[in-house]
């Protein structure tokens, strides 16, 4: 039987504070627990709503629905839930380009860009201080898992981009197109924040600003971050 004492862990874990104390993050799903479980990342706890899912997830310890209901943060929980370790959060891997986010806040756009970096095969994430935690459960549910394959540092911007030689493009309304751009091998993009785009500190650090341009009505003011990442991401790879 599930305890109260770790029901109420994994509730306290919907919270940054406490994810941060535990060092410890809740998914839910079956495929987001396979993911991570086939990256090698530790369990804490694994639970399910089913002796049939069980049978998939060995270790898993039955619960009541009423109890996964207490513990998710879905409306409709799925059925499976798992609390991992955080992993350590360092850059492991040499990596030709590197996406920097200046305090992206929606947890959606997040999720997206962490499946958009494992899908163009970028291996690392820099994030400031003020993004989003990549630890938000609506963040880990967006990710489908791709959290597992990228590495993601939370730092100081100014102090990580003043330590590179790699040339820095930013994204910006009035860059250059990317559509004409030779871009390099190895290198980094910036993406801003939704409302207010590259902070003017980060901006100091820009080497070189491009832009995706417009085509359709002028009144569109400008791309969703996530959307305007998987363009510049595509034309990177191209």
Known sequence: MVTKNQIKLVVNLKQKKYRSQHGLFVVEGEKVVRELLAAKLKVHGLYVDSTEKS????????????????????????????????????????????????????????????????????KQLVCSLDTVDCYNPKVLQATMGSIARV?????????????????????????????????????????????NGISEAVEGFITKRIAIPQFGNQSTESLNVATATAILLSEIRR
């Open 55 to 122: 049978e998939i997830f060995p270790d898993a310890e039955v619960v009541g629905a009423s109890q996964l209901k207490q513990m998710s943060s879905l409306k409709q929980p799925n059925g499976v839930l798992g609390v991992f370790r955080m992993p350590t959060a360092e850059m492991k891997t040499e990596s030709d380009w590197v996406l920097v986010l200046d305090a992206v806040r929606d947890p959606g756009n997040l999720g997206t860009i962490v499946r958009l970096c494992d899908w163009f095969n970028i």
């Open 151 to 195: 590495q993601i540092l939370y730092t100081d911007l100014k102090t990580y981009l003043l330590d590179t030689e790699r040339p820095i493009f930013g994204a910006f309304m009035d860059g250059a197109s990317v559509y004409t751009e030779m871009l390099p091998k190895k290198g980094i993009l910036v993406m801003g924040n939704e409302a």
